[in-house]
Structures are given as C-alpha cells and as structure tokens.
C-alpha cells in the first residue's frame, strides 16, 4: 500500500504546510538541475525523492529573514505588518 502523505505531523523546525511545500519544492528544483539525491529511495520522481529527505531530516535548511525590499515585493509594506 502506498504512503498517503498528510500535513498532520510536520518535520520538526517546520511550522507550517506553506514552509514544508516550499522547502519540498527547492529541494525538487536541485535534483532536477543534476543534485544527487541524499540517499537511495523507491521513488523515482523528483519531488518524491524530496519529500523523503524532508521527512527523513535529511536537508539542512534555515528560514533567513527577509531584506525590506523582499518584504516590499512581497506586498508588505515594512516588517511590523508580518506580525499582525
């Protein structure tokens, strides 16, 4: 039977469904560009083989902050409107 993924136990670090997609979706974009994956796996897609090395804590990553122009294209006016 095949693993049915949910969002119900996220990897530890990660506190929200957007910030796991996302990390899922850059580590895809690395195997896809030739990055050899972390360890050998069932999977032969690349953003499957992602989801197992997240899951497995097999990527480093770190959340940076975000400069006052990334905040601006992103729509925020300054950093005081995040934490609203």
Not at 33 to 60: C, F, W, Y
Request: proline letters at 4%.
């Amino acid at each position: 039977m095949a693993h049915k993924y949910t969002f119900d136990n996220l990897p530890e670090g990660l506190s929200s469904k957007f910030q796991y997609v996302m990390l899922v979706a850059r580590r895809a974009e690395q195997i896809i560009g030739g990055s050899m994956p972390k360890e050998k796996t069932k999977h032969s897609k690349p953003s499957r083989i992602a989801m197992h090395e997240v899951d497995n804590d097999l990527v480093q990553w770190s959340l940076a902050e975000m400069s006052e122009e990334e905040l601006q294209a992103a729509g925020f006016e300054d950093a005081a409107s995040l934490e609203e």
